[in-house]
């Protein structure tokens, strides 16, 4: 039971990038490996929660004790993440969901033309708020923020307007942390908005650290 300590947990991770069709060949995207949630979702099977990983399109393998659904769009993420978040003890949300998708998808590639080409781009949900909106007092829902400035203040702002129990801040400004790298440095806030510092680790120890965290508080 000690090495368990996630035994008869349900979670949900969610991972990756979404990937926004601007017609069949093209699509609007961004650099999210999926290693980091891929790692948590590892971990967390490993210290036996049954996890659910929604995954958006990534070369990531997941263990074979994780039930794995792959979406590629923002909202196909926001459908599976509703079906499966009612009965989930524990959230982690790592996708790095795009924020905007073409208003309109063409049905045929788009030929080159001589002038400019404008897009129109409309706002996709926001998962992990609508979420936070829908989360009962047992249910445990953590955020990941990646900021290049003011770091602190927007992962703060996140964790209450997002209604989190905890936010994982990672920084851009750090070497080894973020996006494609095998390490991340992070700083973990509570919701009583104190702050943990780590050092710069694998992701796989960071994933262990996020862990701890959820230990801490879970209910
Ligand atoms: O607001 P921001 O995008 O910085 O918040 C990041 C957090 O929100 C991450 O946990 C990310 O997975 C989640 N998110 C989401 N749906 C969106 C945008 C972000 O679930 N459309």
Known sequence: KKSMPFYGKKVMVTAGPTYEAIDPVRFIGNHSSGKM????????ARLGA???LIAGPTAQKSDQNVIRKDVVSAQQMFEACNSVFPETDITVMCAAVADYRPKTVAANKIKKQDSNLILELEKTVDILAT????????QILVGFALETNDEENYAKGKLEKKNLDLVVLNSLNDKGAGFKSDTNK???FNRALERT???MKS??????DICSAILKIAK
């Open 37 to 44: 949630g891929f790692a948590l979702a590892d971990e967390l």
């Open 50 to 52: 049954d996890v659910t």
């Open 131 to 138: 979420l936070g909106q829908a989360k009962k007092a047992d």
């Open 186 to 188: 992070i700083t973990i």
């Open 197 to 199: 510092v780590f050092e």
């Open 203 to 208: 992701k796989t120890d960071v994933a262990k």
